[in-house]
């Protein structure tokens, strides 16, 4: 069997003690599949279901026995999601019942499908455009409210017309170019028109770059590090913050979640993968020195220091040494044991973005919640921010800074003297670019523009 | 010669070329020249290459088109060498890639020196004549039937038709079913070709007209002269051999006044009024076009330029038009220099028959009837140099059928000619065609100065071209290489020397050694410049340091389209099989769907350029490919 064409399962929820899971099965043997493991109350299989409807049934062991109550929806090709004859069984959450249901389903002519495999054949079956398929992507991934609703503007293209207009406004100027070119007598094309045409557009891109930024970590979580001193109150942080805040203790593979203890969603929309670290103190024991070493590791590649200075005691060198280490890293200093007399004069201490807080009596939270939000760098207001917010997929974020590397090139071969004819495959770089974004291809649109922008020949 | 049979009605030859306007010339002397019997038939022998429209040759990306044509042994440069009134290299303020040489012509001399050409040539013969039958047998082009009767058994037919099918001239009111220049227009083909499988469109072009140059004042107007140093269109010609007197062209403007007249009388232009049926073109656009779509543009440039050395003629570039002629009176006379202008010809539109769209293959071979090519108008492209380049092509594929070789394909990475061809073969244009630099992707590597460097080869092996200048072309192209390597290698230090030099010509010090390339590629050095430091040098024809000079200063952009080249050439080698039936390849988006199956690529490359095709398509016809090269 062609592995293009075969069927293929998974669970498309999350892999969490959620309400409701969804299994999706797409392909040639979907309904055949699904015919084999769901009944309604009054017998119906899935293949005489009428297409988009809901059925209310079980789903029913290789022996006969009822595994669950469920839900059932069949989808005829092309209407569905990826285009090919496709099954979606909602079952009550559970991670272990979802599972087995699952393994029925595969039991048959059926594989499980890889990670992005639906959305890749929606895409190669032309379901859906190369943007909609990552932000289906962050919408699967999505992890905060405000993430989702970023994504789903995307599913809704939003984000491909912000991109869309950018790109209008690189095609004029390019048609601009090439009309001068091909029509030197009639049209004129001076550097101060690449300057005023494109540097506003550069201005938006990086925009849409620097919002993608806040987007991704809204999507995935800001990496969030509690540092500092042993006994600086990290655990006691830590603690209260996942009592206090809605948060999912897990542990998530991978280098810089080594440590994450927690993940907390802060106010219900930002979220903080938490990690904690051995204490940050020289030390000559090679046991300890190790841990140090780690965490400092996990220090760099965090998105946020969360730095604990003890409040109830003297400062000291080592903390500004530790301080120092930290550099241009995002961080909020966090004064602990406020609920203690303070040793030192907080006002005065040299820590930017400072926060005293009791993890005792909860004093100091508010300010610590907008100390970070500031830091980050994230407008409480969502309205101020999500108007402008994408997420960018990897891909998508190559392809952005593509085109801003294709303006700035442009504008910069300009400034050093160098004809139009050449750096204007700086902007058809960037206008490929953006294209690619939006999936499209690029065909005879600059020509197009040429004569719709500009009076060509004699 | 033709061969007669024992019935007088009917002669043997191997190739008939139907008309003898730009692409016909061209064809006709390709097949003769590669060995066949051809006849080249024209309505009138009086109209051998003519230039019914604009009086130059060349402009903008139609140079680099001559330039290619003459690297393939075609004979455009030659003729337009011998017959020009004015030259001028054009955009020499940007790139190398955009520089365009364009000629003002004689355009008695052209059309006389083309038709001398023909004459002498051997194995050629001129007949006047309208075709009207095409004769297929069996799927194959079997020979043309005239008008008076008499048929032509031929082997392979070159369509070189211009706008003579069915055409009809429109001057306001007045339509008249004429060709060009009032003459006889060709009647009965379409019908021939349209019974033989071939689908027709209606496309429409249209010309300024000429005026009285006794009548004209020039004074008013802003005089342009040609360059003092003259490079000719044909690398066999020598430079030194194009002194002429030159002839001056003069640049004025319309106005709100000229606006007004044309927009008062609008109901009375055939476009307007919805005479017209064909598709007219985007570029060159009549006034009236231009008015309408740019009404906040004050003014729009009007060149007035001399027909020739043999007549007051003056053609009237920028305002072509399908007005009535007493409009017309009333719209040229409120130009300054034409107040009191007598209009020789009227300007005029004409309209058409020529091909549909995706009946072509990128040989000019007409699918579906073997033996059947077609270049020019016919294609749907319009401009002299188009037609030429396409002539030139189409001949030599008629010519290589009957050989039995493989057909020449001159890809997009390898000459204006090539994205041309592939633009007309690929893309469904809904307009004639007309060449534009923005149309060629690899610009930088398609410069008209290195025409020769990229294609007199395949001239070569055509047999259009003779050994002589093969290895005249060969020979110039290792000196280009020798020097740019050596140049490459040698290494001057940071000596005072140098630096003294440097700082003579505004250039910053070298700090460490540098390669001469290294200095050369600096934008206030030149190579001539770098002589200085660099005495011992062998003296180079000026043809060869130009080449090592671009090469090394646009080094940067050179390499990288010939990376997107590579890349390129990888989708045009996946090839799409000729029996692909696009309606197994499920999930195509129903447009991409209907556009491969009009337009048949024949590979992924092409199906990429179809309009309509998105990358999803390709996707799907990749997953496809695969799927049925593992069946096969």
């Known amino acids: ?458 | 010669m033709p061969g007669m049979n024992g019935n007088a009605a009917e002669i043997n030859t191997d190739i008939c070329v139907i008309g003898a306007g730009h692409a016909g010339c061209e064809a006709a002397l390709a097949c003769a020249r590669l060995g066949f019997d051809t006849v080249v038939f024209t309505v009138s022998v009086d109209s051998i290459a003519l230039m019914p429209c604009n009086p130059n040759i060349g402009g903008s990306s139609k140079g680099h088109l001559v330039r290619e044509l003459d690297a393939l042994g075609g004979e455009m440069g030659h003729v337009i060498d011998k017959t020009f009134i004015q030259s001028r290299m054009l955009g020499t303020s940007k790139g190398p890639a955009v520089h365009s040489l364009r000629a003002q012509a004689d355009k008695s001399e052209y059309s006389r020196e083309m038709r001398r050409i023909l004459e002498s040539q051997e194995r050629l013969t001129i007949k006047q004549g309208e075709v009207a039958e095409l004769l297929v047998d069996d799927g194959k082009v079997c020979g043309v039937r005239t008008y008076n009767g008499i048929t032509y058994r031929c082997r392979a037919c070159v369509i070189c038709s211009g706008v003579y099918l069915n055409a009809r001239c429109l001057c306001g009111e007045a339509i008249t079913p004429t060709g060009p220049n009032g003459l006889m227009a060709s009647v009965h083909f379409s019908s021939s070709l349209e019974k033989a499988g071939i689908r027709l469109r209606r496309f429409k072009t249209g010309t300024p007209a000429r005026m009285d140059g006794k009548t004209v004042d020039l004074s008013k107007c802003i005089e342009q002269k040609g360059d003092e140093r003259i490079v000719p269109f044909s690398f066999d010609t020598d430079p030194a051999s194009v002194r002429v007197e030159q002839r001056s062209c003069y640049l004025t403007y319309t106005n709100e006044k000229t606006h007004e007249v044309i927009r008062a009388n609008l109901d009375r232009s055939p476009i307007y009024a919805g005479i017209i049926e064909g598709t007219g073109p985007r570029y060159c656009p009549s006034i009236e076009d231009k008015v309408v779509k740019f009404p906040d543009k004050e003014r729009h440039q009007v060149f007035l330029e001399p027909e020739g050395n043999y007549t007051d003629e003056i053609y009237v570039d920028g305002m072509s038009s399908s007005m009535p002629e007493d409009v017309q009176l009333l719209m040229y006379h409120t130009v300054p220099g034409l107040e009191n202008a007598k209009i020789v010809r009227n300007a005029y539109a004409i309209e058409y028959d020529c091909l549909c769209p995706g009946q072509l293959s990128l040989s000019l071979a007409v699918k579906g009837i073997s033996g059947l090519y077609s270049a020019g108008q016919f294609n749907g492209s319009s401009g002299y140099e188009e037609a030429a380049a396409q002539g030139l092509i189409a001949g030599i594929n008629a010519a290589r059928f009957l050989q039995d070789r493989e057909p020449v394909v001159i890809r997009r990475d390898q000459g204006y000619i090539g994205v041309l061809i592939d633009d007309l073969v690929t893309k469904e244009n809904f307009e004639p065609y007309r060449m534009m630099t923005s149309r060629a992707e690899y610009r930088l590597l398609l410069r008209q100065d290195n025409a020769d460097l990229r294609l007199r080869e395949i001239g070569y092996d055509a047999g259009l071209v003779s050994r002589e200048k093969y290895e005249r072309t060969m020979e110039k192209r290792d000196r280009i290489l020798c020097e740019i390597r050596r140049l490459d290698d040698t290494k001057v230090g940071a000596t005072s020397a140098v630096n003294g030099f440097l700082s003579d010509h505004d250039s910053s010090p070298l700090k460490t050694g540098a390669s001469l390339s290294e200095i050369l590629s600096r934008p206030e050095i030149n190579y001539d410049i770098l002589g200085e430091i660099d005495k011992d040098r062998e003296d180079l024809p000026s043809d060869v340091s130009e080449q090592v000079e671009i090469e090394i200063k646009y080094r940067g952009y050179i390499e990288r389209e010939k990376r997107e080249v590579e890349a390129f050439k990888k989708t045009e080698k996946r090839l799409i099989p000729d029996d692909i039936d696009y309606d197994r390849v499920t999930h195509l988006r129903i447009e991409a769907r209907q556009n491969l199956k009009k337009m048949r690529p024949g590979s992924v490359g092409q199906a990429m350029r179809i309009p309509g095709v998105s990358p999803a398509d390709i996707s799907v016809l990749l997953v496809y490919l695969r799927a049925y090269g593992r069946t096969d």
Request: aromatic share 4%; with cysteine.
């Open chain 1, 1 to 458: 069997m062609n592995r293009e064409f075969d069927t293929i399962a998974a669970i498309c929820t999350g892999l969490t003690e959620s309400g409701i899971s969804v299994i999706r099965i797409s392909g040639p043997d979907s309904i055949e599949a699904a015919d084999r493991i769901f009944k309604t109350a009054s017998g119906l299989s899935p293949s005489v279901f009428r297409s988009n409807r809901m059925h209310l049934g079980q789903v029913i062991n290789e022996d006969g026995s009822i595994l669950d109550e469920a839900m059932c929806c069949v989808f005829r090709a092309p209407h569905s999601y990826t285009a090919e004859d496709c099954v979606e069984i909602q079952c009550h959450g559970g991670i272990r019942v979802t599972g087995l249901i699952l393994s029925l389903i595969l039991s048959g002519n059926v594989r499980q499908a890889e990670r992005g495999e639906f959305t890749k054949r929606a895409f190669l079956n032309g379901r859906i455009d190369l943007s909609q398929a990552e932000s289906v992507m962050s919408l699967v991934s999505a992890v905060s409210d405000r993430g989702v609703s970023v994504s789903a503007s995307g599913l809704l293209g939003v984000q491909g017309e912000r991109i869309r207009e950018i790109r209008e406004k690189i095609r004029f100027s390019t048609a601009h170019i090439e009309a001068a070119l091909d029509d030197p007598d009639e049209i004129s094309y001076s550097p101060d028109d690449l300057l005023s045409e494109t540097e506003p557009v550069l201005l938006e891109l990086k925009k849409v770059s620097s919002s993608s930024k806040v987007g991704k970590l809204l999507e995935s979580g800001v990496d969030t590090v509690i540092a500092g001193l042993p006994n600086s109150g990290k655990s006691s942080l830590m603690n209260f913050l996942a009592g206090e805040e809605t948060s999912i203790v897990t542990d998530i593979p991978g280098t810089t979640r080594d440590a994450v203890r927690a993940r907390i969603t802060l106010d219900g929309d930002i979220v903080l993968n938490l990690a904690d670290t051995a204490g940050l103190r020289d030390s000559e024991d090679p046991i300890e020195k190790l841990g140090v070493e780690k965490s400092y590791a996990i220090l760099n590649n965090a998105d946020l220091v969360l730095f604990l200075v003890d409040g109830s005691v003297a400062q000291n060198e080592e903390n500004m040494k530790i301080y120092g280490t930290l550099g241009d890293k995002k961080t909020v200093t966090v004064i602990t044991k406020a609920d203690l007399p303070a040793a030192f004069d907080i006002d005065s201490a040299p820590f930017a973005h400072r926060v005293s807080f009791s993890s005792v009596t909860g004093q100091g939270l508010t300010e610590l919640r907008s100390m970070i939000r500031s830091v980050l760098d994230m407008d409480p207001d969502p309205e101020g921010k999500q108007a402008g917010l994408m997420i960018l997929t990897s891909r998508q974020e190559t392809l952005i800074n593509r085109a801003i590397s294709g303006l700035e090139n442009a504008i910069a071969s300009c400034g050093e003297g160098v004809t139009e004819d050449l750096y204007v495959s700086h902007l058809y770089d960037a206008y490929g670019a953006l294209s690619e974004f939006l999936g499209e291809e690029v065909g005879d649109d600059i020509i197009d523009e040429i004569f719709r922008s500009f009076c060509m020949g004699k």
